[in-house]
T-cell receptor, first 116, second 111 residues
Framework: GAVVSQHPSWVICKSGTSVKIECRSL??????MFWYRQFPKQSLMLMAT?????????EQGVEKDKFLINHASLTLSTLTVTSAHPEDSSFYIC????????????FGPGTRLTVT | AQSVTQPDIHITVSEGASLELRCNYS??????LFWYVQSPGQGLQLLLK??????LVQGIKGFEAEFKRSQSSFNLRKPSVHWSDAAEYFC?????????FGAGTQVVVTP
């Protein structure tokens, strides 16, 4: 149980285009989903927290107009990188929480984004 | 300021030898503590967690961790490593509903 999937697992896009990454909780309803960014050989940095049906809360320094997050249902959250540039190339990981009062998060396998 | 520190960026260990990965945190109260493992190009897998109670926590794959409040530490141990334990290990602290991750420790296992 508690499986989180991400799609696509890797994507290459051209500079200036937008790309959407999906995060799905397969066997539970996710009240909260998180989006992380991981640069090579570095740790995960929290980008934003999204609760179903409400606006995402972005961490300081994360451009909300560039990284659009939508959490339209209890099983799906999307991250759209708008007008992507090479510096946006990274490994994006989502996680989900099944209960509001728990700290436990279930992580997706990640999406490798390369912007050329 | 709140922080999570993994002092060792890289550890090399022989197969069959013991392994200990260090994690120190700085938080106002006792946070919730986690250890995750990440294989190359993969997501994170939870090894174990500590919320309260017994300070020695058993996890999957033969790992255990000990919470020491006096030292603000949550070190991960395994008595005998296997080649498949080669990976990146992250300590994480949960506070105010969010996670903060340490920088990670890369474990290399030699024959």
């Amino acid at each position: 149980g508690a499986v989180v999937s991400q799609h696509p697992s890797w994507v290459i896009c051209k500079s200036g285009t937008s790309v959407k990454i999906e995060c799905r909780s397969l066997d539970f309803q996710a009240t909260t989903m998180f989006w992380y960014r991981q640069f090579p050989k570095q740790s995960l940095m929290l980008m934003a927290t999204s609760n179903e049906g409400s606006k995402a809360t972005y961490e300081q320094g994360v451009e909300k107009d560039k990284f659009l997050i939508n959490h339209a249902s209890l099983t799906l959250s999307t991250l759209t990188v708008t007008s992507a540039h090479p510096e946006d190339s990274s490994f994006y990981i989502c996680s989900a929480r099944d209960r509001p009062q728990t700290y436990e998060q279930y992580f997706g396998p990640g999406t490798r984004l390369t912007v050329t | 300021a709140q922080s999570v520190t993994q002092p060792d960026i890289h550890i090399t260990v022989s197969e069959g030898a013991s392994l200990e990965l260090r994690c120190n945190y700085s938080y106002g109260a006792t946070p919730y503590l986690f250890w995750y493992v990440q294989s190359p190009g993969q997501g994170l897998q939870l090894l174990l967690k500590y919320f309260s109670g017994d300070t020695l926590v058993q996890g999957i794959k033969g790992f255990e961790a000990e919470f020491k409040r006096s030292q603000s530490s949550f070190n991960l141990r395994k008595p005998s490593v296997h080649w498949s334990d080669a990976a990146e290990y992250f300590c994480a602290v949960g506070s105010w509903g969010k996670f903060q991750f340490g920088a990670g420790t890369q474990v290399v296992v030699t024959p």
